[in-house]
C-alpha cells in the first residue's frame, strides 16, 4: 500500500513540473513560489524600503517684500493636489528698518509644517540699536488649501551698531545665526535652540563687518574691512565653532544664492599664505621600521 502511495505522489509531482514547464516564464516564477513551503526561521524576502513622504507644502513657496522698510509683506503661493494659486498672505513688523530676513528649517507634523523666521530691525528702538524678532510661521495645508500664520515669538537686542542707513550682513546654518552691520566692529553668534549669543571678532586696527557668507554644508565665513584697507575673516563650522581665521577676505558658495559684489560692501580680495596652505595631520603618521 505504502508503495502505491509513492508511484502516486512521484507521479504528481511529476505531472506538476511539467505544467510549470509549459508556463511562461513569469508565471512559472509565480507558481515555483506558491509550492515553496515558509522557511522555519521565518527568513524571507524583505519587503521594499518605505520612501520617506515629501513635506505637504514641497509644492508651495512663500515671498517677502520689503516695499515698506518699517514691514515686510509676505504671499503663499503654488499648488496643492486639488488647486493652486495664492493663498494667504499677511505682514510683519513693525520695525524701525527691516534689514535682513533668513527662514529656519522646516518640521514636519502630519499635513502641518513649522519653522522659524527671522528678521534682523537693523534701525531699532532709537534708530541706532538692532533687534532680531524670531517668528514661527505654520502652514497648515489641505488637498484644496494651506492656511499660513506667522507669529511673533522672541526678540533679542543684539549688542551691534545700527542705523538709517546701516547694511546689515547675515547668513545661517542649521543650528547658529551669524549677523553684523557695515558699523559695528564685531558680529554676532546667536543658537538658534535658546538664542544665545556670543560674539565675534575684532581686530586690531579695529576694522567693520564687510560680508557673511555661508555654504550648504554649514560653513560660515564673517569678513572685516577690505576694499584696499586692512582686512580678516573667520571661519566656523558646522557646530558653531571656530575652525579658521586670518588675514584678508574669504567667503565660502553655496548652490542657490550666489555671491554678488554688490552684496559684499568692502569686502576685498585676499592673498593665499604659505602657511595657510600647510596641512596639519590630526594624528601622527603610522609608519614602520625598517634597517
Known sequence: MSKIRMQCTSAITGLLLVLIMA???SAQTSTIAATQAVRPNGIGILPLPLLPRPPPDINLYTTYSFGNPASITWVVCGRTTESEGCYDSGSMGPFGHAGAIIEGNEVVNNNTVTRNVYVVDDAAGSGAGVTLYVYQKT???????????ITLTNTVALPLTGGANVTTYMAANAGYLFIGTNLSQGAVEVQKAGLSIGTIGGFSPPMNVS??????????????GGAGGA????AFGPNG?????????ENVVDTMNAISTANLGANGSSEISASRMQIRFKKAAQGTTGN
Open 231 to 234: 582686512s580678516g575673516f573667520y
Open 211 to 224: 560680508a557673511i557668507t555661508a555654504n550648504k554644508y554649514g560653513y560660515v565665513t564673517v569678513n572685516f
Open 241 to 249: 565653532g571656530s575652525v579658521e581665521d586670518g588675514g584678508g577676505n
Open 23 to 25: 508556463l511562461p516564464a
Open 139 to 149: 502652514d497648515a495645508v489641505t488637498s484644496s488649501f494651506d492656511t499660513t500664520t
